[in-house]
């Protein structure tokens, strides 16, 4: 008992002594600091120049980059950028049934939605607000090519033909931003569809004798240009967006000739007709306004007559 005694009694190891960086070392009177919460994605890579951007002078600039490059954006950046003060109303989008044809594929059709959903947090591809564009009321149809490459399915054609009837019901113009990469395919046939329901759909704005206006960003591609993306009574576009049906290349395999340069952007548009004017991100308010203002005189007039 004694010897056990004796040997609780013996000094135990010494503490382990405080480990200290570098600069503890340099400044002992510095000790902890306190980790700042730095978003993962504060620079973003400009896609012409390679240049690292300040994230929030990229918001600040409605993502453009400084050399002019027009970066893709969402529903929800667009609609605050067009509408006065950031102020609008979102319209509820009809719901479709989902999966009609029980899409096979290595992942699941449904699984692709709820994944889009999470990413860009609409439902679908299309959203729909009313409000102000400086001053000129109109519902704006937003098409966002983050969702399932912007394509046009069921949801996005009942959509569009809701904002359409929406737009008659207020007596207001109808604009959108268009970007798609054509139909989805996961719908087959439905989807192809949407294209003559849209086009029946925007009779009736003009029949209303409303405007109908169209501006077109990178990219608006397959049955979206093939219909509503054509019918506007004015065509705007960004810079350098790419606006056409079928890609480049298969254009070239099916011809069997070199494209020139610049073929189906925004720009060459222009010079051959296919677009009215070019215009520039933050310009766009103002330039919708000054349509739609004159548009809508031109009816008041035509209905005082």
């Not at 390679?50 to 453009?64: I, K």
């Not at 849209?198 to 049955?223: F, H, I, Q, R, W």
């Not at 739609?292 to 008041?300: A, H, N, Q, Y």
Request: proline fraction near 6%.
């Amino acid at each position: 008992m004694a010897m056990a005694d004796h040997r609780n009694d013996k000094p135990g190891r010494p503490a382990p002594r405080e480990r200290r960086g570098w600069l503890s070392r340099i400044a002992p009177g510095v000790r902890n600091f306190a980790k700042r919460d730095t978003p993962e994605n504060l620079w973003v890579k400009c896609p012409d120049t390679g240049e690292m951007l300040y994230r929030p002078d990229l918001e600040a600039a409605l993502w453009v980059t400084p050399s002019g490059h027009h970066m893709r954006i969402g529903a929800k950046i667009r609609l605050d950028g067009t509408f006065d003060e950031a102020r609008y109303e979102r319209l509820a989008t009809p719901s479709v049934v989902e999966d009609p044809l029980g899409f096979p594929d290595d992942k699941s059709y449904g699984d692709r939605l709820k994944a889009a959903r999470k990413a860009t947090g609409e439902q679908d591809a299309m959203a729909v607000a009313f409000g102000h564009i400086v001053g000129q009321p109109a519902v704006v149809v937003v098409q966002d090519f983050a969702f399932m490459g912007g394509s046009l399915g069921m949801a996005a054609g009942e959509t569009f033909i809701m904002a359409a009837k929406e737009a008659v019901k207020r007596q207001v113009p109808l604009v959108i931003f268009t970007a798609a990469g054509g139909a989805r395919m996961q719908e087959g046939t439905l989807a192809l569809m949407q294209m003559a329901r849209t086009t029946l759909a925007l009779n009736e704005v003009k029949s209303a004798g409303l405007p109908y206006v169209v501006v077109m960003t990178d990219p608006t591609t397959g049955g979206v240009t093939a219909s509503y993306a054509m019918l506007g009574d004015v065509h705007l576009a960004e810079p350098n967006a790419t606006i056409g049906f079928s890609g480049r290349r298969v254009i070239e395999q099916t011809i069997r000739e070199t494209l020139p340069q610049g073929f189906q952007r925004s720009e060459f548009l222009v010079e051959h007709g296919m677009i009215d004017q070019v215009v520039k991100r933050a310009d766009i308010p103002e330039k919708l306004s000054s349509i739609l203002k004159t548009l809508m005189m031109g009816r008041e007039r035509l209905s005082a007559a």
